[in-house]
């Protein structure tokens, strides 16, 4: 009895609005799918919404601080062209929004008041939208006579769970790429420095999609709990996925149907736009579900290759989506040579392109020495054996009947000439001096002797053999 | 005629098998890969990528496959012989090329005028053969973390996570493309450029005279004119 009439009361509320109860089950069944919980039906969020609005026990909306860092205000922008009545608008009515520098009404010292007094009583959930910056001590950002950092720290610190809206606030986005001069870092990273353990749930996005932060809002209000988080703390269920697992042209991707150019029939055909640097393959996020404006379009529906702009490692402030992705229109970003900005393939070609020159040099210098046709002539005696005949590695005094022995052995024709031998094995002055090593030849052991002989022999052999050259 | 006699010894069945099986797949896996960079011929790139991993995992299997049979299989350890020992002892250093790899550098940069003496495998051409399966084995890893089905499983999460994303890993995995364009330009011009002989033997197992070497003796003992005979 009672229930009813708090439906009753939660009802009127949204027909002030405009909103009837059919349109309002229509939503929640958005939200639902938004929230990307398979489980949760559109009936489960009706019922946690009515129970937050006005059925909960403390009766007060949940309170949500949402701060600009270093931003371009673009996720609140995203956030406002949302119309209404929609999934977005509703979540937002039913939180208690107590500090927005752009969505807030308040300014001033008793805005700033009001943030003091939501941490203060503590149970609050915190939005930051943009980069952190470290650079100047963390005084940039400076306001109400406090710096950029310590706003962040200390809003955080107290915070039941931090939500760094868009892909500046997970890692710094384009305000840390290269030269980063303000060094910009992600919120996640921020904490972790200054020792903040409050859980960061990431929502990256260039703006971040205000599904994807209603999504979390969801499940951080009306379910009580945290969306499942992958490795990069951002929700599993729509950052798991690449765009291109959901992407609406890749079956002419398979067919093999791409624009190669702007402004021609492919493009006119809707043809996969791989070859123009779409990043989606590499991206995870699930716009391809999600889509935007009022689920109207998004980017590659509308002819725009993915420019991958949810990639934001929030351990990494270099692994930002704009270093990732630039030259978007190109399959592999530039790499950085000092102040050069190379293509991986002009490194690989050029790299490759040399070693080819250098193996044609190569190749004339083999021909000219002649040893195009079988190499040159073997050396007689190897110039460490040479140096060293007591350790000699080479027996280069075999007798010819030796030699004739081992061959016969190794299964080789006896030769018809017993050319290539050492002359030093002719000269008949040295004994071999090793033993034999592989386990076929065991029995042949000689006595090792003398190595002043071989290295007689050896000398011998190199004088000889660099008179045969000269 | 200065070199050594080729055998069939030299390279075992089996392992003609394994190269003629690398040769195809690694031909088969620079094409499909160079036309998943860039589409150049747009009607081939889904087949393309179905022959790339497709051959990625026998080139993979290839490889396992050779190492393992270098323990079993025996092949002779040096040019110029018939006799055999195990193939691995091939790979690792031997007798015969002690003290010898700077000879070997010398002599291809015309610093040395007399052929190195060595085992079947001279100091440079071993180290790169030793080098080709880490490196297939790297390339399967950074092939994995770009793919689909795996790219998020722990440890190719953690990869992506160490090079700086899926983009770094896909530059590595070019790039690494190129490491294999750059062995195979040196190993083809080594192989073939003192004559076919070698490339006979590997492909077709077509034997040649030349010098016979003693593994034992580490010297020349003779010469086998094969050809004359045949
Ligand atoms: C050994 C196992 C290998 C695996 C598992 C593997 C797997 C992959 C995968 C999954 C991709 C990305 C496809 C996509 O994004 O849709 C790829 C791309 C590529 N692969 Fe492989 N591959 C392997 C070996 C090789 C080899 C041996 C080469 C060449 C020598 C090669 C050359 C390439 C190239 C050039 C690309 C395109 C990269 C780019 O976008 O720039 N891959 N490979
Ligand atoms: C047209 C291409 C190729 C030619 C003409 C060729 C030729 C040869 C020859 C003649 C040998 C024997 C060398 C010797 O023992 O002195 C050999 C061995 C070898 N080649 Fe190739 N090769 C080719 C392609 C490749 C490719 C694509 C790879 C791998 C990337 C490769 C990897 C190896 C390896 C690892 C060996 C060591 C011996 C063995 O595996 O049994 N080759 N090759
Ligand atoms: S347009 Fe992009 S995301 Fe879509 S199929 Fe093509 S490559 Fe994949
Ligand atoms: S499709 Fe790509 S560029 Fe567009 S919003 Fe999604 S991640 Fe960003």
């Known amino acids: 009895m009672e229930r009813e009439a708090i439906v009753s009361e939660f009802y009127e509320k ?57 931003s371009c205000t673009g996720c609140t922008e995203s956030f406002a062209q949302i119309e209404t009545p929609d999934p977005a608008t509703v979540v937002l009515e039913l939180i208690s929004l107590n500090y927005s520098e752009t969505l807030g009404a308040g300014a001033g010292w008793s ?11 503590g149970n609050y959930i915190f939005i930051y939208e943009g980069a952190v910056l470290e650079k100047w001590e963390g005084q940039a950002l400076r306001v109400a006579n406090e710096p950029g950092i310590e706003h962040v720290t200390h809003t955080a610190a107290k915070a039941n769970a931090v939500v760094a809206l868009g892909s500046c606030a997970v890692n710094g986005g384009w305000m840390a790429a290269y030269p980063n001069p303000a060094g910009a870092i992600g919120v996640q ?40 988080l992958n490795a990069e703390g951002k929700p599993s269920l729509l950052f798991t996925q690449t765009i291109h697992d959901n992407c609406q042209r890749r079956g002419h991707f398979e067919n093999g149907e791409f624009v190669y150019q702007f402004g021609t029939r492919e493009e006119a055909l809707g043809y996969c736009l791989y070859p123009l640097g779409c990043r989606g393959p590499q991206t995870k996020a699930n716009c391809g579900i999600t889509r935007w404006n009022n689920r109207r379009s998004w980017c590659v529906e509308s002819g725009g290759p993915c420019i991958g702009c949810t990639t934001a490692n929030p351990a990494n402030s270099n692994e930002n989506w704009v270093e990732t992705n630039t030259p978007f229109l190109k399959r592999h970003r530039d790499l950085r040579v000092g102040d050069f900005r190379l293509s991986p393939t002009t490194i690989a070609l050029s790299v490759t392109g040399l070693l080819a020159a250098a193996l044609v040099i190569h190749g004339f210098g083999m021909k000219i020495t002649g040893r195009m046709n079988g190499g040159a002539d073997f050396e007689k005696v190897r110039k460490w054996d040479k140096r060293h005949p007591d350790r000699s590695i080479g027996c280069y005094d075999l ?56 290295a007689d022999a050896a000398k011998k052999a190199d004088e000889e053999s660099k008179g045969g050259k000269a | 005629m200065a070199h050594l006699a080729h055998y069939r010894e030299a390279h075992p069945l089996p392992f003609v098998i394994t190269h003629w099986i690398n040769l195809v797949a690694m031909i088969l896996l620079i094409i499909s890969g160079f036309n998943i960079h860039f589409p150049f011929w747009a009607a081939f790139e889904g087949i393309a990528r179905g022959i790339h991993m497709f051959f990625a995992f026998v080139l993979v299997l290839n490889c396992i496959v050779r190492v393992i049979l270098s323990f079993f299989v025996k092949s002779a350890p040096t040019g110029g012989t018939r006799r055999t020992d195990t193939d691995i002892k091939s790979w690792l250093p031997q007798t015969d090329n002690r003290h010898q790899a700077g000879a070997w550098v010398k002599y291809y940069l015309f610093l040395k005028k007399d052929h190195p003496l060595s085992a079947k495998l001279g100091v440079p051409q071993k180290l790169s053969y030793l080098l080709i399966p880490p490196l297939i084995l790297i390339m399967a890893y950074t092939g994995l973390c770009l793919w689909g089905p795996t790219m998020n499983a722990p440890p190719f999460a953690a990869g992506l996570n160490l090079v700086g994303g899926a983009m770094m890993m896909r530059i590595i995995h070019y790039f690494l493309m190129y490491v294999f364009i750059c062995f195979m330009f040196i190993h083809v011009y080594l192989a073939n450029v003192e004559g076919t002989a070698p490339t006979k033997l590997m492909f077709f197992r077509r034997e040649h005279g030349g010098l016979v070497y003693d593994p034992d003796k580490h010297a020349i003992i003779g010469e086998d004119e094969l050809d004359e005979k045949h």
Not at chain 1, 189 to 218: D, F, M, R, S, Y
């Open chain 1, 189 to 228: 990273q921020c904490l972790k420095k200054h020792g903040i353990e409050t859980p960061v749930v990431n929502v990256p996005g260039c703006p971040a999609n205000p599904e994807w932060l209603e999504a979390v809002l969801v499940d951080v209000l009306f379910l009580q709990q945290l969306p499942d």
């Open chain 1, 14 to 70: 949204l027909d002030s609005r405009g909103v009837t109860r059919r349109d309002f089950m229509k939503l929640c069944g958005a939200v639902a799918a938004a929230a990307g919980i398979a489980h949760i039906t559109a009936t489960d969020v009706a019922y946690a919404l009515e129970q937050s609005v006005i059925g909960a026990k403390e009766g007060n909306l949940y309170p949500v601080i949402w701060m600009e860092g270093a």
């Open chain 1, 399 to 454: 007798s010819d009947e030796e030699c004739a022995a081992l061959e016969a052995e190794a299964g080789v024709a006896a030769p018809a000439k017993p050319v290539g031998r050492t002359t030093a094995a002719k000269t008949g002055t040295g004994t071999a001096t090793k033993t034999g090593t592989t386990g076929t030849t065991g029995t042949r052991t000689r006595a090792k002797t003398a190595g002043q002989d071989g």
């Open chain 1, 111 to 121: 805005f700033e008041e009001a943030r003091e007094q939501t941490i203060a009583a």
